[in-house]
């Protein structure tokens, strides 16, 4: 089983920065990539960032890119997420994954992760 524990979210005035962290633990994490998905008030969840494990090659939403960067550490077993330039737009529960198998699914979709946190809220004021 793998746990998987946020932190890091609050608010921020629009244009600040936050960094949002995700700590992952387990008899034995091997991630094949994890992720950061987010989640409004009344709308779907959606993909924010991912970054495989092994290679640490990121993938951005292009509703972030440029303003969101994600990284890894894997001595730590977390994953980081930096927000800059944030928009009240960006205000959701911002939730991590994490996927342990290569099923055909692409690192973007919310359908390859098994593993979740409990999520953070994240709250941008214009």
């Known amino acids: 089983q793998v746990q998987l524990v946020e932190s890091g979210g609050g608010l921020v005035q629009a244009g600040g920065s936050l960094r949002l962290s995700c700590a992952a633990s387990?008899?034995?994490?091997?991630?094949?990539?994890m992720a950061w998905f987010r989640q409004a008030p009344g709308k779907e969840r959606e993909f924010v960032a991912a970054?495989?494990?092994?290679?640490?090659?990121?993938y951005t939403a292009d509703s972030v890119k440029g303003r969101f960067t994600i990284s890894r550490d894997n001595a730590k077993n977390t994953v980081y997420l930096q927000m800059n330039s944030m928009k009240p737009e960006d205000t959701a529960v911002y939730y991590c994954?994490?996927?342990?198998?290569?099923?055909?699914?692409?690192?973007?979709?919310?359908?390859?992760?098994?593993?979740w946190g409990q999520g953070t809220q994240v709250t941008v004021s214009s």
């Open positions: 994954a994490a996927r342990t198998v290569v099923d055909g699914t692409p690192n973007w979709d919310i359908r390859g992760y098994r593993y």
């Open positions: 387990g008899r034995t994490f091997s991630a094949v990539a």
């Open positions: 970054i495989t494990w092994s290679g640490g090659i990121p």
